[in-house]
């Protein structure tokens, strides 16, 4: 059975409100703490921001994976078959996010 275009769209968008949306409020809760001390430290490598990324994105993960969300986009029943499932997402989404970030602000400086 194919899928429509608008039923796809639709599929994207709530995965978009039940996963992102949290994933980011916590990204933001959970970063900006993480910058100010890297910012205070004078931390501006690179990896250190993708280390940072790579923990902070386990963090909504982990929450998604105790509550049990996390069945519902990989369709894997337990704690650790959902977190095998979408880890590899999560940690490029956690890096690339944080380096981003890092870029951003690198241009901010004189």
């Not at 409100?17 to 100010?36: K, Q």
């Amino acid at each position: 059975m194919e899928r429509g275009l608008i039923e796809s769209a639709a599929s994207v968008v709530s995965l978009l409100v039940i996963f992102g949306l949290p994933a980011e409020l916590i990204a933001a809760i959970v970063g900006l703490p993480v910058f100010l001390a890297y910012r205070r430290l004078h931390i501006s490598s690179w990896i250190a921001y993708a280390i940072g990324g790579a923990l902070i994105s386990q963090v909504p993960m982990i929450i998604f994976a105790y509550t049990g969300t996390l069945y519902f986009l990989t369709g894997e029943s337990g704690v650790t078959h959902g977190l095998r499932q979408a880890l590899p997402l999560a940690l490029v989404c956690g890096v690339s996010s944080a380096l981003f970030f890092r870029w951003l602000m690198g241009r901010r400086e004189p």
